[in-house]
């Protein structure tokens, strides 16, 4: 069977819509990816149309990926706008000086109103992050912020950076996130128009030292969700 390459033409790249722009300064740009647009292009993908990365260099310029968000969830995301300011940010995130706190809404019902859940990971072959005691080492914690009806309202924490960290934690402890088809039950997962994990604030300090605390408030396909859990 042939592959289908979809090829964009400019204007149609010039009319794709800009992630929001929630902090921008000389080294940095700070944007809310929304849910289901990747970070930038991962193996396989046939297009550099359809990630905030290549989005964003159409109007921004050279941007250099900081770090990544899951295709499926949204919030914030840094982009570097030099080399320079690559290195001191990914730098940040490495040695864990960035505070990055996420939304997520589980299935079940903690009754733990906070909690942390160590447990090293593994990635494998597939992509696919497991459990493993021979995985590296990773930390989350969790505070819970609302009971619904069958489901859970958690402010999450991570002090590691792990390939799909926070989803396979809540999924080892039995409460997987909701909307998630990879780690949750599929046919249950698929009712749910997206992966319901939002990255809500990043703390840390720019290259002069001063010290930035962005927020960006849940978007509507979000709390849209939330009346029905």
């Known amino acids: 069977m042939k592959k289908i390459i979809i090829v964009r033409s400019p204007e149609q790249l010039r009319n794709m819509t800009e992630p929001e722009i929630i902090h921008e300064d000389a080294d940095i740009l700070a944007i809310n990816k929304p849910s289901g647009l990747l970070t930038m292009p991962g193996r396989g993908e046939l297009s550099s149309a359809d990630s ?9 310029g050279p941007l250099f990926v900081v770090h990544r968000l899951d295709k499926d969830a949204s919030g914030l995301m840094l982009l570097a706008r ?15 000086d960035i505070a990055k706190k996420y939304l997520a809404a589980v299935e079940g019902l903690l009754t733990e109103k906070n909690g942390e859940i160590d447990k090293p990971l593994v990635q494998g072959g597939s992509g696919r992050v497991s459990v493993a005691f021979n995985g ?11 009971h619904y009806k069958n489901s859970t ?7 590691t ?3 799909h960290q926070i989803r396979v934690h809540l999924y080892s402890i039995g409460h997987p996130v909701i909307g998630d088809r990879v780690y949750g039950d599929q046919a249950r997962q698929r009712q749910w128009p997206r992966l319901m994990l939002h990255a809500y604030e990043l703390k840390f300090a720019d290259r002069t030292g001063k010290k930035l605390s962005l927020r960006s408030d849940p978007p509507k396909d979000f709390m849209s969700v939330l009346p029905f859990l």
Do not use: C, D, M, P
């Open 153 to 159: 309202l958690l402010e999450v924490s991570i002090l």
């Open 52 to 60: 905030a990365l290549s989005i964003l260099r159409r109007t921004r």
């Open 136 to 146: 590296k080492y990773s930390v989350t914690r969790y505070e819970t912020l609302e």
């Open 161 to 163: 950076g792990r390939r």
């Open 82 to 96: 030099s080399a320079q300011a690559h290195r001191y940010y990914s730098g940040l995130f490495e040695n864990r």
